[in-house]
Each structure stands twice: as C-alpha cells, then as structure tokens.
C-alpha cells in the first residue's frame, strides 16, 4: 500500500518547492521510490516552468508531466482567482483520480500544497475550496515548512494550530534559510515547545541535500486508505 505525505508553507515564497525537491531528491537517493503530485499551480507557463518541473528535475523522479499535476494557470495570482480568470474550475473528481493514479506508481508519494493551507483553489458559485480541503480528500499527513528567522515562532504555530483544530494531522516541521545563532536556535526551541511537534530539519541556503536520516523521513508519510 502506498504512504502519502503533504507538504505545506507557512505562507508564499517560504521555499517550499525547494525544500519538496530536497526531500524527493534524499528518499529517492536513499532508495525509497518516491512520486510527486500538486493539485493546482499558477504563475507558470508550462509544467516543466513550474513547481512540479523544478521538483521532477532536482528530485530525479523523470516522470511524464501529466502524472504530476492537474491544474496549471498561467495567470501568477492564487489558484482560484486564475481559475476563474482561465475558466478552468478545480474539479474535486480529478483530483482524486489523478491521485490515485500516482499512488498506483510510487510507493511514497509527496504532495505539495500552493501557497499555506488557506490557500483557496477554487471560489466561485458553485463550490468553495481550500489547500485543506485536498488534505482531507486525499487523508494526508502535513508535514509544515516556515523560515528558520525573525518571525517564524508565530508562523508556524498559528499554521499548525489551524491544521490540528481543522481535523488535519502534522507530522513534523521543516525550517528553511537556516543560518544558525541565538535568535533562530530559540525559534526551534521555541516552536517545538509550543506545538509539541518537532523540527525535523534545517535547510541552509543553496543546499543540494536535506540533513536527516532517510528512514525518520520515511517514517513521517502515511498510508494511503
């Protein structure tokens, strides 16, 4: 049976993507058959332009861009906003489809969220849908990326206490632009103190491999019911 595993921000441009493909890229090294799969990505011109492609290519994966991803807007605006502006309404069917499909692939498969979990994917007449409502159809885990700075203490607990009060599991915490000293070692001691969850690692500027044992990073995915 395949495990899953969400990846979210604590909101934009946290390095999110980045820090997916550095996880991808260190199971796969480890031998561990790891997938990826986004619902919605906008701001893109093409799928090898976007998110999935940077993660396809750092990662090693060299799947085929139609197991990837299934929405992609070129319009560089939240999902839902792009949605209607393209006329191309996310569809929770083909969403869970699609998933599957790359669940029947790999088995661990990483899903990466747009944006933080508030993020809408679609807000129209018809239906409203947010990045927690994919965790939910897809019965995910989380697993939170925030920066490792000034700021971050309040970031990454607001975003976990809104996972955990919404019904959403999260299994650890990556902190991103790591630089060390008092004020960010604090942070980390700061947030596991009051999430009670732990950061799992810490991501350097231009690092091309994520510091932790491959099997603690195995062990944070779920399996797929």
């Given at each position: ?34 997938g ?13 332009a ?11 994966i ?8 299934s929405?992609?807007?070129?319009t560089a ?5 792009a ?14 489809q ?15 969220g ?32 925030g ?41 980390i ?9 732990q ?13 932790i ?13």
């Open positions: 049976m395949a495990k899953g595993l969400f990846i979210t921000g604590t909101g934009t441009d946290v390095g999110k993507t980045y820090v997916t493909a550095l996880l991808v890229k260190k199971m796969r090294a480890a031998g561990f058959n790891t990826y799969y986004k619902a919605a990505i906008s701001g893109a011109a093409s799928v090898a976007s998110d999935a492609g940077y993660v396809n290519k750092v990662g090693d060299q799947e085929d861009e139609k197991l990837l991803l929405y992609l807007y070129k605006v939240s999902p839902h906003l949605a209607q502006l393209e006329g191309n309404p996310v569809e929770r069917s083909k969403i869970e699609d998933f599957a499909n790359v669940i029947a692939r790999y088995p661990y498969v990483t899903v990466e747009s944006g933080g979990i508030i993020c809408p994917i679609r807000y129209d007449e018809k239906a409203h849908y947010f990045l927690e409502d994919v965790v939910h159809w897809l019965k995910l885990p989380v697993l939170v990326v920066l490792a700075g000034l700021g971050t203490i309040n970031d990454v607990v607001l975003t976990v206490y809104y996972l955990e009060q919404h019904g959403m599991e999260v299994r650890g915490i990556i902190l991103n632009h790591y630089q060390g000293g008092v004020m960010e070692e604090d942070n001691k700061m947030i596991e103190a009051i999430t009670k969850k950061v799992v690692a810490l991501v350097k500027d231009d690092a091309e491999s994520l510091e044992d491959p099997q603690i990073l195995a062990g944070l995915y779920k399996e797929v019911k």
